[in-house]
């Protein structure tokens, strides 16, 4: 599979692009277990265009983590236009388009999934973006605003002549949000489309590489994207088999990552979805008490001799 000039083998995976989730250090941890591609956390055009430090900041990258993409969002224009002039700058190696995510304070606001209600201003940004930079532009959508719009089939083909380079489609719609399944059926017939010549990337529901693996064949998918099944697991993308000790270290170094990158608390803080999303406590009995001094540590030291004293409770 290609996008551009950037080549990813076959049957790649692919590391979402996640708010609070997939910042630096959590995206070193996933490409150094496999992740073929990864992405910044989605970032405001509006408040890029502003320059507000804390979303510039997210456009950090890392040599280490190429190929790397980064995502941007919004709903004005000119400020998408000159926020993709802005990211070309930083030097990923794609931009990602977010016209997917469902939530409120996005998607309410006329940007992400809510452009799924107005495809003329949905195309019309992607091809002055395309026409804007120097770099592949990418699109990452949903099956249409709800079941009884699913526009994807068409979408696809309209974004395709937009120039964009990649499309990733989530397999549910806005109205959905990240309830029931996803339905891949869409996402595979944009992929046999004859008129289709990009690559398809499918998104939704994706746990595992065996799960990632059936879904290229029964689809036909290019790629496969993974996003809340990596909350506090970096090593799905990795075809080795850690140990609970292997994996506990994992954590333990994300943990120290993201203090040294931001500072204790927040560190802490930003740390805790992956603990409390990962699977690697559930084996162990009676851990309630345990679960909660861990979410409730409020310094480093603390919260590593909690997480050190799990491994004396699976010895």
């Excluded at 950037?6 to 250090?25: C, N, S, Y």
Aim: net charge neutral; with cysteine.
């Amino acid at each position: 599979m290609v996008i551009g000039n950037i080549a990813l083998g076959t049957h790649p995976v692919f590391l979402a692009p996640m708010e609070d989730v997939t910042d630096i250090g959590f995206r070193l941890l996933c490409k150094r277990f496999g992740a073929a591609m990864v992405y910044t956390e989605f970032v405001s055009a509006e408040a890029l265009v502003r320059d507000v430090k804390t979303t510039i900041s997210k456009l950090t990258i890392s040599d280490e983590e190429r190929p790397v993409g980064i995502q941007i969002y919004g709903r004005d224009t000119e400020a998408m236009v000159e926020a993709a002039r802005i990211v070309e700058q930083a030097g990923p190696d794609l931009i990602d388009i977010n016209f997917g995510c469902p939530v409120k304070k996005v998607a309410g606001k006329g940007a992400g999934a809510g452009m799924l209600q107005n495809i003329p201003k949905m195309l019309d940004i992607t091809r002055q973006i395309v026409e804007a930079v120097h770099i592949p532009v990418t699109v990452k959508t949903r099956l249409g605003w709800n079941s009884e719009q699913l526009v994807i089939t068409q979408l696809a083909e309209q974004l395709q002549d937009c120039g964009i380079q990649a499309l990733t489609i989530h397999g549910r719609t806005r109205a959905q949000m990240y309830t029931g399944k996803a339905d891949w059926t869409l996402i595979g017939q944009v992929k046999q489309n004859p008129r289709i010549h990009i690559p398809i990337i499918g998104n939704g529901d994706i746990t595992s590489l065996v799960d990632a693996d059936a879904h290229f064949q029964q689809y036909g998918v290019d790629a496969v994207m993974i996003g809340r099944a990596t909350f506090g697991c970096p090593w799905i993308f990795s075809r080795e088999q850690l140990t609970f000790n292997q994996k506990l270290d994992v954590l333990e170094e994300l943990l120290r990552i993201n203090v040294e990158r931001i500072d204790e608390q927040r560190g802490i803080i930003h740390t805790r979805r992956h603990l409390a999303a990962t699977p690697i406590f559930k084996a162990i009995p009676n851990f309630r008490a345990t679960r909660i001094a861990m979410l409730r540590a409020t310094h480093m030291d603390e919260l590593l001799q909690i997480l050190e004293s799990t491994r004396a409770l699976l010895g």
